[in-house]
């Protein structure tokens, strides 16, 4: 009998793998898991950490350029360069931290954000 168990659990994990995975669409999670939701895993993608928009913080993201994911996209690594209320903080790249801390989301297309706005033009 515990062939038969060990047989059927085998045969759970191949079938399992061979199974293309259902992308799993997270509109809010840890960074990770957004960004293994996203297409390239998120390269070129506009997230925010929805406590910034609570806090009435407008206009600030992080714009994805790299991204290392493992775990299934539960873990992993992941950089880009942040805007703060809609000007750059810094031109280098630099490495996302506490992805797993907070809930993030992704602002990309978002129609009604407050990252599309642009900040006013000065004279």
């Given amino acids: 009998m515990a062939s038969t168990s060990a047989a059927s659990k085998l045969t759970a994990k191949v079938v399992s793998a061979a199974m293309p995975k259902s992308p799993m669409i997270h509109s809010s999670g840890n960074l990770y898991q957004v960004l293994s939701s996203l297409p390239k895993d998120g390269v070129g993608a506009k997230l925010t950490q929805a406590r910034w928009e609570k806090k009435g913080i407008e206009g ?7 991204v290392r994911l493992k775990a299934e996209g539960q873990h992993g690594k992941a950089w880009g360069k942040l805007v703060w209320k809609g000007k750059p903080v810094n031109e280098h790249t630099t490495r996302i931290r506490q992805g797993l801390k907070y809930l993030w989301k992704d602002v990309t297309n978002a129609p009604n954000s407050s990252v599309s706005k642009s900040p006013a033009p000065t004279a």
């Fill in 60 to 66: 600030s993201y992080w714009e994805i350029t790299r």
